[in-house]
């Protein structure tokens, strides 16, 4: 696989002064404003070796680099993968993806995706197209290792309605999730804004200041020993969310180790064996129907590998296997 282009420039003294994004659009005419500054919120862009704002100031002698993604293919080939469709009309379809599956194509990522499977089920001209060739019918997204509900429109007139609805906050989105540590109360709210961590770029984080506003919303379920299973209210939809809140607690989602889990947890004495996967799991989503304006609710149902290992914990907690049982039986 090709590396991604590098452009280096130097900054000359007429342009001291200029917006660094500004100076770019100068350098790099082929790239729009916005695409430049995407490129800056992924870390793609630095000065002298470190990332900066937009809006900082370039001078005489400044070395900016950036980084350019090779471009994707130009479409997505449809493949043969089985697909548990949980609702379907002729507007929208509610699909429970798997862990382990991602969405759309990214870099590195071209087959075994949501979108390869939605064109054999439905074909192009069952999606909508207003996401381009990458991303029909594709209305939000649901990270590769968490599993759940995901909404997909099948016409343009009813992804521009979803869209709108997402923003508006119309759509509700419940997760469970199962946490490391006895996160305190029984209840609460995680309002630390999320932006992508300058560092290392496939990351977010709730350390910058400037970062955009999210909440989250959760309620503590059942405590395994040193673990607690939670149900969690998206009313903003950030990359990474759940997992970037939590996390930012000292509180992190089970399996998840980019956000600081371990590989294997371990309760009292005894090692289990690894997940492999985040907990993490979109259990229902909540919309009003593009076309009918009738509210929509859908569940996905707590997959046996979470299942499984949920009791495996409890078994190991010396938790009452009877709270676990009725537990999950709320998410069958």
């Not at 991604?4 to 005419?29: I, K, M, N, T, Y």
């Not at 996390?247 to 064996?273: I, M």
């Amino acid at each position: 696989m090709n590396s991604p282009a590098h452009s280096e420039f130097v900054v000359a003294a007429e342009d001291a002064g200029e917006r660094l994004d500004r100076f770019l659009v100068a350098q790099l005419p082929e790239l729009s404003r916005a695409r430049i500054q995407s490129l800056m919120d992924e870390g793609r862009v630095q000065v002298d070796g470190a990332s900066r704002r937009a809006s900082h100031r370039v001078a005489p002698g400044e070395c900016v680099t950036v980084e350019i993604p090779l471009p994707l293919p130009a479409g997505v080939v449809a493949e043969a993968i089985p697909l548990d469709v949980l609702y379907e009309d002729a507007d929208v379809a509610v699909i429970n993806k798997p862990a382990g599956m991602i969405v759309h194509p990214g870099a590195g990522a071209h087959a075994g995706t949501l979108v390869a499977a939605l064109l054999h089920r439905f074909g192009s001209a069952g999606l909508s197209t207003i996401g381009g060739p990458l991303r029909p019918g594709i209305v939000h997204r649901l990270d590769k290792d968490t599993s759940g509900a995901i909404v997909i429109a099948r016409t343009d007139e009813a992804h521009r309605k979803l869209v709108e609805d997402f923003q508006e906050r119309l759509v509700q989105k419940t997760y469970v999730a199962l946490l490391h540590g006895k996160i305190k109360g029984e209840a609460g709210t995680v309002d630390l804004p999320v932006s992508r961590d300058l560092r290392r770029r496939s990351r977010m984080t709730a350390r910058r200041l400037e970062g955009r506003a999210a909440r989250t919303d959760w309620r503590a379920r059942l405590r395994v020993g040193a673990f607690t299973f939670i149900e969690a209210d998206l009313r903003t939809g950030r990359t990474h969310q759940i997992r970037v809140h939590f996390s930012a607690l000292g509180c992190p989602v089970v399996g998840d180790t980019v956000y600081g889990a371990p590989r294997q947890e371990r309760v009292d004495s005894e090692l289990l064996a690894p997940l492999g996967r985040n907990f993490l799991h979109a259990a229902r989503v909540a919309f009003d129907h593009p076309r009918t304006g009738k509210r929509v609710e859908v569940r996905a149902p707590l997959p046996a590998e979470l299942r499984d290992y949920l009791a495996t914990m409890g078994r190991a907690a010396k938790v009452d296997s009877s709270s676990i049982d009725a537990l999950v039986r709320e998410y069958l």
